[in-house]
């Protein structure tokens, strides 16, 4: 079933809880706003769900992974509903890409290609879990053991406010493709895309409870998902401090997890680099979908003879790049995405004003647009001469600021850019690529972009060192997180 919501936005999915296969209301009829943050008005009225309701999906997912078809599927068969949502999507990308751009601000020039980016990502799944083999080991004396790999069974899947729609393709698609069943809960910040992807899942033929969608209150639904004993797995994306809530938590239960969390990535910039380049890399590294990626450049290591020339590119390029309506498609810098973002950011930048001899080069404020006197605009704010035991470039802020900080050596810069509790990812800019490939091995993060920065792919891990989480998404590492071996021996 789906219905229109008339907001001045086609939402071709209600604005319900998805559970066992049906649109439902929230118990009570509750529901909250969601916000448009260019203009803080209301997109839609989405159900707020009691602990009772999510309950209840958690009941219909059990039920669905203990006696239900999907586990038993031969793969190509689950790998068929993930490849018509795939083509789904992609019909629908006009609409999806409209609904990420008003409910998060994310500029529509990025949401506007992200359709087909995450169609990839259910196919990718749909053709990699055809090859999911176990092993054999035929040599034990009389014995024949191989391996299966299963389905861990219901899996709790947390997604936060940036990128719902691939944050969630991340989970759902391996997760799905492998024979688990989903109780997904987005962020209440951002769930319009989650409930689109639900139509599209159902219109796909999923049968009734493998995927079901409960929006509301984010901390009492995600502690309640947590805690249910019916749950078996918890995939995590968020902050640092509420995966380590999440894994203490999980222990009673001895749940699975799975953590994506925060970072402070940092991007070096030598003085033999392609300078140009290293800028733009630098300056899409920081301020691509305004700050609000975890992977986000937001220590810009930079040596000293290029200092000043790569400072002074980044600032005149930040000055120039006025925050507008994210539905304009020459946007490049939308609105942060809530009211909460822009207290975090406002204040991070006011502390970055009081630290000792960091200078404030550009920005530091909010910005005006026209039409978006409610909106959550701030101005991409570069603060140079910054150390890396300033607050500002060992807290995530999880927005356009950069801190730039000088350095003289490999070895100082390698020090630095490991110098955080954090190890999400990195970027080092060198014409020298044997300096490339040895700092790449140097840098305690899950990912390094040499000469390149923030590109993704379905077929490439993606995860944390250190605070930044475990486990993997993407690439053929992920299957492990959704699947658990068991070996089966045989006398003969
Ligand atoms: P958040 O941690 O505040 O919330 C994430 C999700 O957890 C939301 O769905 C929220 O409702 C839910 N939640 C809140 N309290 C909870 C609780 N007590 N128990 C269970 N669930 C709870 O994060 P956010 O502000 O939505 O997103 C920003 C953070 O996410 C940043 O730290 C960013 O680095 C991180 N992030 C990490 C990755 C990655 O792949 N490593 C990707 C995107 C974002």
Redesign the pocket.
Known sequence: MTTTIDTGVRMTAPPKLFVDGEWRDAEGGRTQPTLNPADGSEIADIAHASVADLNRAVLAARRAFDEGPWPRMAARERARVLLKVADLIERDAEEIAVLETVDMGKPIMFSAPEASWVAGIYRYFAGLVADLGGVTRPNLPQMLVYTRREPIGVVGA??????PLV?SAAKLAPALATGNVVVH????VTPLSALKIAALFAEAGLPAGVLNVVTGP??EL??AL?AHPAVDKISF????A?GQ??IRASADGLKKVTM????KSANIIFADAYLDQAVQNAFFGIFYNKGEI?TSGSRLLVQRPVYDQVVSALVEQAGATRPGDPLDPSVMIGPLAHAGQFNKVSEYAAIGRDEDRAELLVGGGPAQVAGGERGFYFEPTIFGNVRNDMRIAQE?I?GPVLAVIPFDTEEEAIAIANGTQYG?ASGVHTSDIRRGHRVAAAMRAGTCWINTYNQFDPAVSFG?YKA??YGREFGPESLNSYTQTKSVWVDQ
């Open positions: 947390i997604t936060p406010f940036n990128h944050l809960k987005p962020s209440e984010g901390a995600g502690e947590v994306t968020g902050s640092t509420i809530g999440i994506e969390l925060g970072g975890c995530e999880f999400l944390g930044s989480g």
